[in-house]
């Protein structure tokens, strides 16, 4: 199949649509609970440990801005790749779900440095 046309095919545009659908396939029964639990909370998971561990690694990542235009630069990368390689699509809702898991780990940080800075400060 040409490159093209495997783009087309292979790509998901319209936010929400795949999420959607998984949510109203858990609701009404249609499918495996495993397969949209597994597609939902796995994207999410993928990148939860980037917003914990870039941030620590990476100072100029302790801003949420730039962690976010950082995670959705690499993430849009990685769509991209799966697409040209035909190793997987281009999905919106991968994105979303993506960076949303990202987002979660930073707060995750956020978290965690404040607390610490919460504990120094009781401790000092």
């Given at each position: ?90 999905d919106i809702d991968d994105f979303i779900l993506n960076i949303i898991g990202a987002l979660i780990g930073f707060g995750l940080w956020k978290a965690i440095i404040a607390r610490k800075l919460g504990d120094n400060a009781v401790n000092?």
């Amino acid at each position: 199949m040409p490159l093209m046309e495997y783009m087309k095919l292979s790509s998901n545009f319209v936010p929400f649509k795949t999420i959607i659908g998984y949510v109203l396939a858990i609701s009404n029964g249609s499918m495996n609970l495993i397969i949209p639990i597994k597609n939902l909370a796995g994207n999410m998971a993928a990148f939860l440990p980037m917003g914990i561990f870039l941030p620590y690694f990476i100072r100029a990542l302790n801003k949420l801005k730039s962690f976010a235009v950082t995670m959705a630069v690499m993430i849009l990368s990685v769509e991209i790749i799966q697409l040209v390689t035909r190793r997987g699509s281009l999905d919106i809702d991968d994105f979303i779900l993506n960076i949303i898991g990202a987002l979660i780990g930073f707060g995750l940080w956020k978290a965690i440095i404040a607390r610490k800075l919460g504990d120094n400060a009781v401790n000092v």
